[in-house]
C-alpha cells in the first residue's frame, strides 16, 4: 500500500503541474506514470523527515493511552492537564508539517535535493504559517465528512458495498487530496 500511495502520488503531483497553468492538451495516465518516478528517492526521504515530524503527535498519544488506559488521570485536573499536553504535541507536529507537506511538490521538481526542498518549503510559508496551518488541517477534516456522508448509509444499508466504497473513496481521496494541497502550494507561490 506504501508503494502504490507513493507511485500514484508522483502520478498525481506530475498530472497537476502539466495541466495547471499549461495551455497544452491533458496528458496522458501512461505519460503521469512513466515520466513522473524520477524523484521517487528524494520524494521517499522528505516523506521520512514527515515521519519524523509526527513524532512528537505519537509520543503525545502514546502517553494519553497510557494514562487514560490505565487510569492514571482519574481526577478532572488530571484528565485536562493530559489534553493540554496532548494538544501541544500535535501542535508542534502541525507546525512542523505545514511547510514540509510543500516540500513533497517541491522535491518532484528537476534537480532538487530533499534538503533543499524542505528549505524552500519553509520559505514558502514563512509568515504564513497559521493560514496555512488552518487551510492544512480542513483537508483531513472534509474528507473525514464526506467519507462519512457516503460510507455510514451504506454501512446500514448494505455492509457488503460500504467495503468496496470505502476503498474506491480511500483512492479518490488521494487525489483531492493531491489536487488541494497543490493548489494550495501554488497560491502560496504567487
Do not use: C
Not at 110 to 139: C, D, G, I, T, Y
Amino acid at each position: 500500500q506504501s508503494l502504490l500511495f507513493i507511485v500514484f502520488s508522483l502520478a498525481l503531483i506530475w498530472a497537476s503541474r502539466q495541466t495547471i497553468g499549461s495551455s497544452e492538451q491533458s496528458p496522458k495516465i501512461r505519460d503521469a506514470f512513466y515520466k513522473s518516478m524520477y524523484p521517487a528517492i528524494p520524494f521517499i526521504l522528505v516523506l521520512a523527515v514527515i515521519g519524523l515530524q509526527l513524532v512528537p503527535l505519537a509520543i503525545g498519544s502514546f502517553m494519553y493511552s497510557i494514562v487514560t488506559n490505565g487510569q492514571i488521570a482519574t481526577a478532572a485536573v488530571e484528565s485536562f492537564a493530559i489534553w493540554i499536553l496532548l494538544g501541544l504535541l500535535a501542535l508542534l507536529s502541525l507546525y512542523m508539517l505545514s511547510s514540509s507537506i510543500f516540500a513533497l511538490y517541491i522535491v518532484t521538481l528537476p534537480n532538487v535535493a530533499p534538503m533543499q526542498a524542505l528549505k524552500s518549503a519553509r520559505e514558502v510559508v514563512a509568515n504564513r504559517r497559521w493560514l496555512v496551518m488552518r487551510k492544512v488541517l480542513f483537508l483531513p477534516l472534509a474528507v473525514l465528512v464526506y467519507t462519512a456522508f457516503l460510507i455510514v448509509p451504506l454501512i446500514i444499508v448494505a455492509p457488503v458495498v460500504a467495503t468496496w466504497t470505502f476503498v474506491v473513496l480511500s483512492l479518490f481521496s488521494i487525489a483531492v487530496s493531491h489536487s488541494y494541497l497543490y493548489h494550495l502550494y501554488r497560491e502560496l507561490l504567487k
